[in-house]
């Protein structure tokens, strides 16, 4: 697998951007409109609607159609790992249907004082078969473009 890495820093505790991402307020308000980001449904690790946290075994469904072209694509991720401890938080999931035929993204975030150090490390697979290295690579344009505007966002919604 391919993997792609964005770091920024806010100025912000580690708490407070931590409930940020425990929700998936955070994942719509830092998706760029380009994406035309529904949600679809969220359930707990119980099967419960709409949890305020999304515990491992949570899924959330989704539905986008990137600049509006094309038909709405399905996306279905599901939170594997939570911790927070120490000065360190991070959550994972993975996409378990959707576009791409294998996606893992960790979020990570580590304290320093004041200030929060947020990485994005997503692990993936295009569905290129065997120009998957060419394909893997070019899909990193569009990884950019969303995890920049993300980290630009962050700190409006913590600081």
Not at 44 to 57: C, Q, S
Not at 118 to 132: E, I, L, Q, S
Request: contains cysteine; aromatic residues 12%; glycine residues 10%.
């Amino acid at each position: 697998m391919t993997t792609y890495e964005r770091e920024s820093w806010v100025r912000a505790p580690l708490d407070r951007v931590w409930e940020f991402h425990s929700g998936v307020d955070g994942l719509v308000a830092l998706t760029p409109s380009w994406v035309n980001l529904r949600v679809e449904h969220v359930r707990g690790p119980d099967g419960m609607a709409d949890p305020a946290v999304l515990e491992p075994g949570s899924t959330v469904e989704l539905s986008v159609r990137p600049f509006g072209v094309g038909p709405r694509q399905g996306w279905t991720s599901k939170i594997v790992e939570r911790k927070h401890g120490d000065g360190v938080a991070y959550f994972r999931d993975v996409m378990v249907e959707g576009p791409f035929p294998e996606w893992e993204h960790t979020h990570l975030f580590y304290a320093d004082g004041a200030r929060t150090r947020c990485r994005d490390r997503v692990r993936y697979r295009t569905p290129t078969g065997p120009f998957a290295p060419i394909g893997d690579e070019a899909a990193k344009i569009g990884l950019d473009a969303f995890f920049r505007y993300r980290h630009r966002r962050l700190p409006t919604h913590v600081e």
